[in-house]
């Protein structure tokens, strides 16, 4: 087969952001991936809810509204630092610019992580002392691992920026590093209504 | 199937719990069968069966056809040569988009005429055609099934096990439950399955239009034993019914000769008496199936044998060769004390 | 070079077109590409590779291997069951082997089957060099086959799960299943949904952003829509097992109560979300399959398929029925009416579409022009039991109905005849169309047919007795059954025809072996196929395409006036460069530089594997298994810039 060269792309970037950049949308899969878990997961709870007279069951207490509460607000706060880290990097700044934002997000996800130890505590139930118990445990595990694993991701983000070699190919990862931690804010919103609020009502 | 019927049938002695259930009927054409319906719910759907068959046996052959004439047609067409060579050419695309289109809408037509009979045969089947229907409980257990007549007079409560005995053209509503695992319960002359789950109290219904035997077996698979599973509907004359349940009520009777006292004797010190009860003596085990009228039952072990002395002694020493992983152990016993435990076992009527 | 930034539609009014290729720019380049994207040799360069090709091998040998191990437990079951009371294998033994038959084919063979073959086939398919991420590629394998070698690996200790496919709790729970057969499962579960949801990334994002210029949403070959629609599916329903599977392993390990009723868990709660994964299932195997028949009708009619935007359309409602018809799966526990009416409903619906695509199909036969080979005839096969399986379906959709012949053997024949007729069949009439492809030489014709007509008698024989079987009242996933209940006949029938699958099967094994040394050369495109993997040689180089193509049309070869080939120049030939594309009308966008080969995924999946697999004793091996794991990936994701990389793009050099 003969061929006939129509096309020449050699003019063409070699990195590029959001939907143009096949990162991002493997991103974006992985969030379907863990969103779907978590709808399933919050499905599960109103499902066992139902075998139950009482919600929380009998001799529990209402979780704490306290903690759960500021540890939204911390997470809601965290989302501007990445934010403008994002646009930092879209911007291509110097990298130990990004950097530093990227260190103020970490900060506030140890805080979150400290704070999901309180909010364990502010259940007053055990994983295995009902199946009330064991859902909600599980959703707070499960968030507690995105928080850690998003937590470091964005370190190891940071410490590219910090010490090199960066490429502008890191710019696009700390974009989408961004995109992740706006779900899993948005996710730890969304469970923090189930497990902390609509309990209340249901 | 003769010899179907004589190993189902029972001893002798045991037929006149039976009344007129006579030979003939337990043969006919299988009795754990869908297509041999004995009851309006399974005769629903039997019915819809052979609608079914008959509507998706003429898709098919229609289907079939046309991709046998497609096939025919082509093969026995010119090479190509024009510039349609590899796609339809005007003409031939206005006859495939005709074909398509009249072929999907008759897929639609089929469709919901199929979802019309199917939800209506489904209501048909979801109602309890009695106001009174007869209430019996069903518990499922890891591997066998409890049978429990239940009435506000605490003596009159009867206990069965793997066999239902119903009178004919009353309906009979069950009440199910698990104590284990899931279980489902399937009598397929009679009626479909319904689960048997734990933490779920489960109902259905079904109504035998003509007396006879039919079997049912568990339907989901429950461990290690789901394949013997199985239960015997008994269905009777309402007279001869209402005598069954009047002699089940009684209480075991007393051994009268020495060999079956000393077989009641065996049976409550043997570790028998842990397991199982028998109405009238001392023995109150709730794991196994209740024995007060084990020799008017067909069959042990959940339909496994034919309850003739011999199997039951074969079963007594030996359950897990019959039937392994069975929650019954093996039970030790010098000849004269097993055969004093077997003739004690057969007064209970 | 340059002629043209926008995208390429050439059109006759344009003026000089501009000149082909010379020959030795053809070899300079050749040479160039062989060298950079050239594999390691060795054990070594075994390990690290993350070329899809390889992988996708890899993935199809090693499904094959399972579809056999599969295959001899069905065999086992059918001669078990050949006669009444037989005494062959016992209750323990055979609950273990249906429940591995069942578990095999669903997680070790039939999901990664297709995705192993979208793996190797999309990337040549849509013409870029390599999938979007190929380190994680290669860790979807090593996870894959970890799960299969765990799964076997403790079948052959005998501690093989027993507890069905579907591990209905409470008998999978902690207190009917004691030991570790039910954990096995639940983290071989694990294992393989990890590689699935991996594959179907890649698929996603490999379809969105690498198809060659010019193939825009309307050109896109069947198959790989298939493979997109299936992707999809995957990345939503897999997750349902995810937390099902977790549920029950911690039910098992550290005493949560999900399932247990006692504490106010719920035994339908994994029903629901066992089959809210498990139904879609049956369609992330069957819509693949689908694709392939679709290819291998166009080839084998040569004409395009009729009814594109109908079959895509098709594809897209069967995937999304398929999300909303798992409760078909529980008729017989307690469901409101009203519910199970519009389950019946969605499940019949499914005819729909079906009937649609084989319509079309039946429409461009009859326009075409049909070569015998041994792939067209399994489509015909196809046809033949695909049909019978998808009739009874919609008889099972009805309630009613569904009480009667539920968990029977009625359903065991329905759902061969829709795996086997509706997936098996196409697969392996993907497999003798792409064989040649794959190896460079064509599979021997004669041993085909053979090897379809064992398989289509054998097929029929061993399966379509079960539906009488079903209706005579066999419960299915049972051991043995009584003499009395005159099923022994059947039985012995369909064991028999099991004789000629196996026998096919064996005819395939002696095809596949024989070939691959003696077969006929194939040459670039053997079967004059429109799509773009015939436009490369046979094998495909390591860089799949020497030029990424420019496409004119639904069917690029085809399409292609007098054999030329419209391509794009200017990718950088030393190093692993593919070019990105819009994801409508597939603009070039970027160019996009593949990640190379490297030991990390296979160390990744190491450490991963023995964590699921030590979780299964103390819930320590999380901890520190993810610990290792977060050490290997940030291996993995620290930059390193090799010499020959271009200076200008690093902003930043770090120390040397």
Redesign the interface.
Known sequence: MRRRGVLDVAMLDDHSFGIRAPIWWGNLLMIFIEGTAFALMIVAYYYIRRNFNTWPPERTYLPDMGVSTVNVVLQLISVAPMWYAARLAFEHRPPEEVGRWLMLVIAFGIAAIVLRAFEFRGLHTRYDSNAYGSITWMILVTHLAHLIAGSLETLLIALVMFKGPVEKKHYTDATVMAVYWYFVVGSWVAIWLVVFVSVRFI | ?T??RD??QLKASTQSALGVVSVALLGCS?F????DPKGP??E??AR??WT??AI?TV??VI??S??L???W???T?K??IDEH????NPD??AV?KR??II??SA??II?LA??V???S??????TVPDAKPLRIDVVGH?WWWEVVYDDPIPQNVVKTANEIHVPVGRAVLLKMRST???H?F?A?NL?????L????E??TWFRADTAGIY?G????????????MAFYIVAQPRLDFERWLTQQRETAPKPTDSLTQTGERVFLSAPCAMCHSIGGTGAFGNIGPDLTHLASRRTIAAG?LPLTTGNLAGWILDPQSIK??VKMPPTQLDPQSLQALLAYLGTLK | MAYSQSLPMRDDDRPDPPPLISAEVESDVRAKLSATWKEKSGFYGWLTSTNHKSIAKRYVVTAIIFFILGGIEAAMMRAQLSRPENRFIGPDLYNQIFTMHGSTMMFLFAVPVMEAVGLYLVPLMIGTRNVAFPRLNALGYWMYLGGGLLLYGAFFLNTGPDAGWFAYVPLSGPAYSPGKRVDIWAQMITFTEIAALIGAVEIVTTIFKQRAPGMSLNRIPLFVWGQLITAFMIIFALPAIVVSSTMLATDRLIDTHFFNPAEGGDALLWQHLFWFFGHPEVYIIFIPALGMVSSVVETFTQRRIFGYPAMILSMVSTAFLGFGLWVHHMFATPLPQLGQSFFTAASSAISIPSGVQIFCWIATIWSGRPRFTTSFMFVIGFFFLFIIGGLTGVMIASVPYDLQVHDTFFIVAHFHYVLLGGAVFPLFAGFYLWYPKLTGRMLSEKLGKWNFWLFFIGMNITFFPMHILGLMGMPRRVYTYLPEMGWGPLNALSSFGALFIAASALIFLINVFKSLRTGAPAGDNPWNAPTLEWATSSPPPSYNHLFIPVVEGRDPIWDAPAGELSVVTGLRTDRHEGLVTSIMDAIPERRYEFKKETILPFLLAVVAGSWIAVAIFTPWGVTIGGILAFIILACWFWPTISPEHDTEVALKKGKP
Do not use: N
């Open positions: 199937m010899a179907t190993r189902v299988g754990q069968s869908v297509l719910r399974a629903d759907v819809l069966h079914f068959t998706a898709v098919y289907v079939i046309a991709l004439y497609a096939l047609r082509a093969s067409r090479p190509f060579q590899y796609h339809e031939q695309a495939m074909g398509v072929a999907v897929t639609v469709m199929a979802l009979m199917s939800v045969t489904g209501s048909a089947v979801a890891q284990d695992v899931i489902s399937w397929p009626a479909g399955k319904k689960d789950i734990p933490g779920h489960t109902v079997r077996q568990c339907a989901e698979f429950c461990g290690y034993q789901h394949a013997k496994t392994p992983g």
